[in-house]
């Protein structure tokens, strides 16, 4: 008997399915009011990133991420260099344009860049991954975490800034070291066979390139479920077929994701542990920030912690550090790997990421206390 495709994709997405059962499970033995799971949902952040999974879609599909990697291909010949031009604007853009949006820039660029060339793909986009992360630490905008951070701690925007450079700046000086040694030494060489020469779409990209704009500002003033609504307008009268190759289960997973993870932070076990941790001293509170956030991710361990934790700064570094490591530290992770869609993607981000984050973790500590 044939199985019908869509169930063999899902099938395949075990990630999702792992979290919706765990979800499911906790619903059952733990049951909660409505508004609990409507809370856990983030509707949001899902918002966010729908609007933010069109927007990308219509790029590629207009053409313009080809042409802007053949571009970009065309005037930088060196492996390393190359490497270290991407890893230095992912970082940057993250400052501004938050970690989740870099990546959905840099990351179908960098697909296209490895179509026509011999970059390693998947090197680069693990290095985005870590330089997103890296980066968005310095911003009080350039994450989740920091964004709840900031408006918590009621700092100005430049006292954050100024407060996280010392963090950001071991992390970076780690990462371009990083892609120095990894990247090959070589030239860049051009499959000019493989070099799409097909015009751009302009209306596709206009469009495209318009929702984005808008929607990252709807973002950043918190309205990002009412973005995400009038960006589908346009899309379903004027570019339906955009919409049928947006990656729907990559949404369903984060949906599953911040479902389980939000009712695990919330059960009774886990704040009673919470409770016997010695949170004042700076050490424990560092440890227990990065140790949480590779279970739950960094964005959930924030929340989790920061009605325990008497030092809201402290906490903010180690969630940052956290972010490293495991793919679940950071949603960010799971959105490069996911688009870069790559075979053993995440064991190879592993076996770099979590290396990383053994070095980079005691050198933030002791900058930071030195420095404080």
Excluded: K
Excluded at 152 to 159: A, G, I, K, R, S
Excluded at 261 to 274: D, K, P, S, T
Excluded at 306 to 316: I, T
């Amino acid at each position: 008997m044939h199985t019908p495709s869509w169930i063999a994709r899902l099938a395949q997405e075990r990630l999702l399915l792992c979290f919706a059962l765990l979800a499911a499970v906790l619903a059952v033995a733990d049951p909660r009011p409505l508004a609990d799971y409507q809370r856990w949902l983030q509707a949001p952040t899902l918002a966010g990133l729908l609007g933010l999974l069109i927007c990308i879609q219509g790029i590629r599909d207009s053409g313009l991420v080809q042409h802007a990697a053949a571009a970009l291909l065309e005037r930088t010949h060196s492996l390393r260099g190359l490497g270290l031009l991407l890893v230095s604007m992912a970082a940057v853009l993250s400052m501004v344009l938050t970690n989740d949006v870099s990546l959905f820039l840099l990351v179908p660029m960098t697909l296209a860049i490895g179509r026509i060339s011999n970059v390693p793909v998947m090197r680069v986009v693990v290095l985005e991954a870590l330089a997103v992360n890296a980066g968005s630490t310095l911003s009080p905008i350039g994450n989740p975490q920091n964004l709840l951070l900031w408006q918590y701690m009621h700092l100005p925007f430049l006292t954050f800034v100024r407060t996280m450079l010392p963090v950001f700046g071991v992390m970076f000086v780690l990462l371009l070291l990083l892609t120095w040694v990894w990247m090959p030494r070589g030239r860049v060489v051009l499959h000019a066979e493989d070099i799409d020469g097909h015009p751009i779409s302009a209306s596709q990209a206009i469009l495209s390139i318009a929702a984005l704009a808008s929607m990252v500002l709807m973002m950043e003033h918190n309205h990002a479920l009412l973005g995400a609504l009038l960006l589908l307008v346009p899309f379903v009268l004027l570019e339906r077929s955009i919409l049928a190759r947006v990656d729907w289960l990559l949404l369903a997973t984060f949906a599953a994701i911040f479902l389980a993870l939000g009712h695990f932070a919330e059960l009774g076990v886990v704040q009673r542990a919470l409770d016997g941790l010695d949170l004042e001293n700076p050490l424990t509170l560092y440890i227990t920030g990065i140790a949480t956030s590779q279970v739950i991710s960094n964005v959930p361990a924030t929340v989790l912690l920061l009605r325990h934790a008497p030092d809201a700064m402290m906490l903010a570094v180690a969630v940052n550090v956290g972010g490293f490591g495991l793919a679940i530290g950071s949603l960010a992770n799971l959105i490069a790997l996911r688009l870069a869609g790559q075979p053993r993607g995440a064991r190879l981000l592993h076996l770099v990421s979590i290396p990383f984050l053994l070095v980079c973790a005691p050198l933030v500590y002791l900058v930071w206390r030195w420095l404080g």
